[in-house]
C-alpha cells in the first residue's frame, strides 16, 4: 500500500513538471547556450554595443601607396582618419579629393612634420596654418583635428588654433618593423573597443597590414569609425574659453 502510494506521488510530481515545461517552455540547451555566447563576444561588448575602433594614418598622402589604401578601404566599407603633411598635399590633390570624396576625415600633420614643443612659436603657427589652408583650398574645409608630429604640442598653440588634438592607443611602431604580417598581429593582439590605431601610408608594407588588420579586426565583429565617432582618452578636445 505504501508503495502505491509514492507511486501515485511520483507521478502527479512528474505530471506537475511537464505542465509547468509546456507552459514555460523549454530550458535550452547547455551546448546552445554556450555557442551562442561565445557569438555574441565576436559582436559586442558587455552593453550590447558594437566595439568600435578607428584607423589612422600619418606623414601623407603618398602618391604611391595612398590610393591603394583608399581602394581596399572603400572595398570594405571602412571610413578612417588621414593625418597630411602639407608639403605633400601640393602634389598629391587628386588623392585629397577621393579622400574627401570617400568620407575619410582628414586632419593636420604639420606641413614638414616638425616637433611643435621644440619649435618657435610663430614658426608652429604657420606650419599648422599652412597646412589647414593648403587641406582647405582642395577640400573646402578647414581641419578640426590636429596630429603633433611624436605626440607633443604647445598648449597656447592649442588653446589658439582651435582644433582639437589626437594622439593614439595602439602604435605598432610600423615605421620601424616594415612587416605586414609582424604589424597586423601587433595590432590585432593590443587593439580594444576605442582604441585609435597609429599606422603609416607612406609604407607599401603598413597598407597591406591595415587591410589585414580591417578584415581581422571586421570578423570579429569590430566597426571602424572616424576619429570624430570615438571616445577616446587620446582624444583631446579644444576647450572654450568663455
Known amino acids: 500500500m505504501k508503495k502505491t502510494t509514492v507511486v501515485i506521488v511520483a507521478e502527479v510530481i512528474i505530471l506537475c513538471i511537464l505542465i509547468i515545461c509546456f507552459i514555460f517552455g523549454k530550458v535550452p540547451d547547455n551546448k546552445e547556450s554556450v555557442k551562442t555566447s561565445e557569438a ?5 561588448d558587455m552593453k550590447g554595443t558594437i566595439p568600435r ?3 589612422t594614418f600619418d606623414d601623407g598622402p603618398s602618391t604611391k601607396y595612398t590610393e591603394k589604401l583608399l581602394k581596399g578601404l572603400k572595398k570594405r566599407g571602412v571610413k578612417a582618419t588621414f593625418f597630411l603633411t602639407g608639403e605633400r598635399i601640393s602634389y598629391s590633390e587628386k588623392i585629397v579629393k577621393r579622400m574627401k570624396k570617400d ?3 582628414i586632419g593636420n600633420h604639420t606641413y614638414t612634420h616638425i ?3 621644440k619649435t618657435g612659436y610663430n614658426e608652429a603657427k604657420k606650419e599648422i596654418e599652412d597646412t589647414n589652408n593648403a587641406i582647405k ?3 573646402g574645409e578647414k581641419p578640426k583635428f ?4 611624436y605626440g607633443d604640442w604647445n598648449e597656447k598653440l592649442l588653446e589658439e588654433t582651435d582644433m582639437s588634438i589626437v594622439l593614439w ?3 605598432p611602431e ?3 618593423d616594415r612587416n605586414a604580417d609582424v604589424v597586423a598581429k601587433r595590432v590585432i593582439k593590443s587593439t580594444r573597443p576605442g582604441d585609435i590605431i597609429l599606422l603609416h601610408d607612406i609604407f607599401g608594407t603598413s597598407v597591406d597590414a591595415a587591410l589585414k588588420i580591417v578584415d581581422e579586426l571586421q570578423s570579429k565583429g569590430y566597426q571602424f569609425v572616424t576619429v570624430d565617432q570615438i571616445e577616446d582618452s587620446n582624444l583631446i578636445k579644444k576647450q572654450v574659453v568663455e
Not at 40 to 44: E, F, P, R, W
Not at 146 to 149: A, I, V
Open 137 to 139: 583650398e582642395i577640400t
Open 174 to 176: 610600423d615605421w620601424k
Open 53 to 55: 575602433v578607428a584607423l
Open 115 to 117: 616637433d611643435l614643443a
Open 169 to 171: 592607443s595602439v602604435d
Open 103 to 105: 568620407g575619410h576625415v
Open 40 to 44: 555574441n563576444l565576436n559582436i559586442s
Open 146 to 149: 590636429l596630429r603633433p608630429p
